[in-house]
């Protein structure tokens, strides 16, 4: 109990150390929101209109002389102060971006980003004053850091949003589930019923990608990929809620994220993959043989495509749904500044309620993208661990019947 | 462009480093330490429910058959009871009825020996009554001729016999 409440002191301690009256005036400089912002990636955590805090920066340099060092900070702040690093002021390509989109017809609305523009261009000018002084600006933390004297970062290993929320979600997964095993060993639900909501809960779920994902499609091998569909069913679900979560980020909109989940059932797959797999690829039975070579490029194509699109598809139904929630959001604030706060006032009740809607939605996406990544790599590992006996008119038929269910889901 | 300038989709070598690590490990440790005792409980549970069933169903199939030999055996046993009663009922019939058959024979054995006998002795007294008619004839027939009569003695003797007839 004593460090429970020491450890909530501390993190309390930390927000307060990294909140700062600039930061907060900064956000609000900005004059409305940018919801592709929100959905980015960055180095710290957002905890608008309370703040925000730095998360710790860890980089991989290569010196001047060739040598490489790691170079650890506690955020993005220290490593400035030190000196050490400084900081490259992209001057915010996404505010000239929605400029050109919004055009000409913004009319007063101009005003606030050239006043930002104003400010940005005052801090880049003072930047070793920022540094030595205070807080950073929302642009400085966005910035990407630069090793001083011509050395370079390799690798840039921080703790980014999305990276801590995914730690925060396998911290969650890990948690629950090691509790949830406790009750199997100590015997609940082993001889005796399931007890309790909790064990309920997850051990249908649990059964649920079992006899509904893993065994369907892959048979008798079901529990040798039971482990890993259960594992990326449990992390991907719990990030996307995350994202649900206030002052939350959801880090399976990352495409980094999708694209290592991604990278793990493709692993899977290649190392599962039968001889029948790689003989339909590289010499596919059946047809005529001069049409092989042609095939076999589209073949081996399509090994990489059904990753590719397991992650893509992930990562655009996480964001997209931010992207709307956010967009009807800023609907109040574009009909604010466009026909006056009257109107902005009036079309709120509406946003509000329609971005509500799309909560829900997501609510309903977050789970709907847990089973459709899980039942997806499944069926492209049982694709390869399956050992054709019958005739190639029915393996092919088998194609075509996967490709359209596919097809189905993604749509 | 828009999505480019916000760094959606900038790549971030150390994102996936962390990630694939971590990821990796969360995978390693949840197969050990989570999925390997929660899936050997479930199906260690589903095996026992199985094998219950089956039990069960046995046992049930077991009581079932054992009834169906009761009743079996118990329908059998009514059946003998029936069996044995509508014996011994025709038994006693046939018993009586033979009982009866014999007294009639015997009424009428003994009816008939009363026939013959009284037949017998009706033969033997009409016997000795003719012997004793003939006596008596004779006997008349001596006085007759012995007292050498007139004929109105004759007759007187003859009526005077016949009315001793007619007495006897």
């Given at each position: 109990m004593m460090i429970k409440r020491a450890f909530i002191f501390l993190v309390l301690a930390q927000v307060a150390s990294m909140v700062s009256p600039r930061v907060v005036l900064a956000s609000d400089e900005e004059g409305g929101f940018d919801a592709l912002h929100h959905s980015a990636n960055a180095y710290y955590l957002d905890f608008a209109p309370f703040g925000k805090m730095e998360l710790p920066r860890i980089f991989v340099v290569q010196r001047e002389d060739g040598s490489y060092g790691l170079e650890l900070f506690r955020s993005t702040t220290s490593a400035i102060r030190t000196g050490h690093f400084t900081v490259e002021l992209v001057k915010d390509t996404h505010e000239e971006a929605a400029e050109d989109l919004l055009g000409e017809s913004i009319g007063q609305g101009e005003s606030a980003p050239v006043h930002q523009e104003q400010v940005v261009h005052a801090e880049a000018e003072g930047d070793g004053h920022a540094a030595d002084s205070g807080k950073l600006t929302l642009a400085e933390l966005e910035g990407h850091l630069l090793a001083p004297n011509g050395g370079h970062i390799v690798l840039d290993l921080s703790i980014s949003r999305h990276l801590f929320f995914a730690w925060i979600a396998m911290g969650i997964v890990l948690f629950l589930m090691t509790r949830l095993a406790g009750m199997y060993k100590r015997g609940i639900g082993r001889s005796t019923a399931p007890r309790g909501l909790f064990q309920n809960l997850f051990e249908t779920i649990i059964l649920f990608v079992r006899d509904e994902i893993a065994r369907p499609n892959?048979?008798?091998?079901?529990n040798k990929y039971l482990p890993y569909l259960l594992t990326a069913f449990f992390f991907i679900l719990t990030s996307n809620l995350l994202g649900l979560v206030p002052f939350g980020a959801t880090a399976t909109s990352n495409l980094m994220v999708t694209v290592v989940l991604a990278t793990f059932t493709f692993i899977l797959t290649q190392l599962g993959g039968t001889k029948d797999y790689w003989m339909h690829i590289f010499w596919p039975p059946g047809i005529p043989t001069f049409v092989k070579p042609i095939l076999m490029p589209v073949e081996l194509l399509g090994i990489f495509t059904k990753p590719i699109a397991l992650a893509i598809r992930l990562f655009a139904n996480m964001t997209a749904g931010h992207l709307v929630i956010l967009s009807l959001i800023g609907l109040i604030f574009s009909f604010a500044s466009l026909f006056g706060s009257g109107a902005g006032f009036g079309v709120a009740p509406v946003s509000v309620a329609f971005a509500l809607f799309v909560y829900m939605l997501e609510l309903l996406v977050s789970l709907i993208q847990a089973y459709v990544f899980t039942m997806l790599s499944a069926l492209f590992i049982s694709m390869a661990i399956q050992e054709h006996h019958h005739d190639h008119d029915e393996a092919h038929h088998g194609d075509e019947h996967v490709s359209a269910h596919t097809e189905a889901i993604s749509a | 462009m828009i999505v480019l300038a916000a760094d959606l989709l900038a790549p971030d070598a150390g994102l996936i480093f962390w990630i694939a690590i971590t990821f990796g490990l969360l995978l390693f440790v949840l197969s050990k330490f989570a999925w390997k005792p929660i899936t050997s409980a479930l199906s260690e549970r589903e095996t026992t429910i199985h094998k219950s069933l089956a039990q069960a169903e046995k046992a049930l199939a077991e009581a079932k058959q054992l009834q169906a030999d009761n009743t079996k055996a118990r329908r059998d046993a009514e059946a003998q009871a029936q069996a044995i009663i509508r014996e011994s009922r025709e038994e006693a019939e046939r018993v009586r009825t033979e009982e009866v058959d014999k007294t009639r024979s015997q009424i009428k054995q003994l009816q008939d020996q009363a026939q013959a006998e009284i037949a017998r002795e009706k033969d033997s007294a009409l016997n000795s009554l003719r012997q004793e008619v003939a006596d008596l004839a004779i006997r008349a027939a001596e006085k007759i001729l012995r007292e050498n009569l007139d004929a109105d003695r004759q007759k007187k003797i003859v009526d005077n016999f016949l009315g001793d007839l007619t007495k006897n």
């Amino acid at each position: 109990m004593m460090i429970k409440r020491a450890f909530i002191f501390l993190v309390l301690a930390q927000v307060a150390s990294m909140v700062s009256p600039r930061v907060v005036l900064a956000s609000d400089e900005e004059g409305g929101f940018d919801a592709l912002h929100h959905s980015a990636n960055a180095y710290y955590l957002d905890f608008a209109p309370f703040g925000k805090m730095e998360l710790p920066r860890i980089f991989v340099v290569q010196r001047e002389d060739g040598s490489y060092g790691l170079e650890l900070f506690r955020s993005t702040t220290s490593a400035i102060r030190t000196g050490h690093f400084t900081v490259e002021l992209v001057k915010d390509t996404h505010e000239e971006a929605a400029e050109d989109l919004l055009g000409e017809s913004i009319g007063q609305g101009e005003s606030a980003p050239v006043h930002q523009e104003q400010v940005v261009h005052a801090e880049a000018e003072g930047d070793g004053h920022a540094a030595d002084s205070g807080k950073l600006t929302l642009a400085e933390l966005e910035g990407h850091l630069l090793a001083p004297n011509g050395g370079h970062i390799v690798l840039d290993l921080s703790i980014s949003r999305h990276l801590f929320f995914a730690w925060i979600a396998m911290g969650i997964v890990l948690f629950l589930m090691t509790r949830l095993a406790g009750m199997y060993k100590r015997g609940i639900g082993r001889s005796t019923a399931p007890r309790g909501l909790f064990q309920n809960l997850f051990e249908t779920i649990i059964l649920f990608v079992r006899d509904e994902i893993a065994r369907p499609n892959l048979g008798d091998k079901a529990n040798k990929y039971l482990p890993y569909l259960l594992t990326a069913f449990f992390f991907i679900l719990t990030s996307n809620l995350l994202g649900l979560v206030p002052f939350g980020a959801t880090a399976t909109s990352n495409l980094m994220v999708t694209v290592v989940l991604a990278t793990f059932t493709f692993i899977l797959t290649q190392l599962g993959g039968t001889k029948d797999y790689w003989m339909h690829i590289f010499w596919p039975p059946g047809i005529p043989t001069f049409v092989k070579p042609i095939l076999m490029p589209v073949e081996l194509l399509g090994i990489f495509t059904k990753p590719i699109a397991l992650a893509i598809r992930l990562f655009a139904n996480m964001t997209a749904g931010h992207l709307v929630i956010l967009s009807l959001i800023g609907l109040i604030f574009s009909f604010a500044s466009l026909f006056g706060s009257g109107a902005g006032f009036g079309v709120a009740p509406v946003s509000v309620a329609f971005a509500l809607f799309v909560y829900m939605l997501e609510l309903l996406v977050s789970l709907i993208q847990a089973y459709v990544f899980t039942m997806l790599s499944a069926l492209f590992i049982s694709m390869a661990i399956q050992e054709h006996h019958h005739d190639h008119d029915e393996a092919h038929h088998g194609d075509e019947h996967v490709s359209a269910h596919t097809e189905a889901i993604s749509a | 462009m828009i999505v480019l300038a916000a760094d959606l989709l900038a790549p971030d070598a150390g994102l996936i480093f962390w990630i694939a690590i971590t990821f990796g490990l969360l995978l390693f440790v949840l197969s050990k330490f989570a999925w390997k005792p929660i899936t050997s409980a479930l199906s260690e549970r589903e095996t026992t429910i199985h094998k219950s069933l089956a039990q069960a169903e046995k046992a049930l199939a077991e009581a079932k058959q054992l009834q169906a030999d009761n009743t079996k055996a118990r329908r059998d046993a009514e059946a003998q009871a029936q069996a044995i009663i509508r014996e011994s009922r025709e038994e006693a019939e046939r018993v009586r009825t033979e009982e009866v058959d014999k007294t009639r024979s015997q009424i009428k054995q003994l009816q008939d020996q009363a026939q013959a006998e009284i037949a017998r002795e009706k033969d033997s007294a009409l016997n000795s009554l003719r012997q004793e008619v003939a006596d008596l004839a004779i006997r008349a027939a001596e006085k007759i001729l012995r007292e050498n009569l007139d004929a109105d003695r004759q007759k007187k003797i003859v009526d005077n016999f016949l009315g001793d007839l007619t007495k006897n």
